[in-house]
């Protein structure tokens, strides 16, 4: 019995590059279509962050009949503020506050700007600068 060995048995180098360099085209233009998404995603996680900060601010007014000053920012909802006004029913609301997705922290103005009879809740957006016109706050609803 004589055995034949098939000369087709197994891939070739070239056909092995070709199957990559197709799924490489196939991922480059997934990435590259996918792109313009990440500046959408980076807003939806500003806006959520917002609305999980604006609605322990406002945890924070029940307790204690008011908002924390500009002078003691967000960090009244992580430590206890030691200026006046002191709140008499303090609660850690925060263990750590959120970061933008730019890794700053968001701005906290009260009395606002935008909202005099309130607070101004913002980030200073991509540029990283303050009352731009790149920022996003919770006066953009």
């Known amino acids: 019995m004589i055995l034949r060995q098939n000369k087709r048995s197994a891939f ?18 997934a990435i590259y279509t996918m792109g313009g998404n ?7 996680r500003v806006r959520s962050d ?3 900060i604006s609605t ?16 003691q920012g967000l960090q009244a909802l992580v430590t206890r503020p030691d200026t ?8 850690q609301l925060f263990e750590k506050l ?12 009260q009395p606002g700007k935008h909202n005099p ?5 913002y980030s200073a957006g991509p540029d990283r600068k ?9 006066w953009d609803k």
């Open 12 to 29: 070739t180098l070239l056909e092995i590059m070709l199957v990559v360099m197709i799924i490489a085209l196939l991922a480059g233009a």
């Open 38 to 44: 990440v500046g959408v995603a980076q807003d939806v």
């Open 50 to 52: 917002l609305e999980s």
């Open 56 to 71: 322990q601010l406002k945890l924070y007014q029940s307790f204690n009949g008011f908002l924390p000053t500009s002078q």
């Open 84 to 91: 006046d006004p002191k709140p008499t029913q303090w609660r």
């Open 98 to 109: 959120p970061k933008d997705p730019w890794q700053n922290d968001y701005v906290y103005v």
């Open 117 to 121: 009879n309130s607070f101004d809740l």
């Open 130 to 138: 303050p009352d731009t016109s790149d920022d996003i706050g919770n």
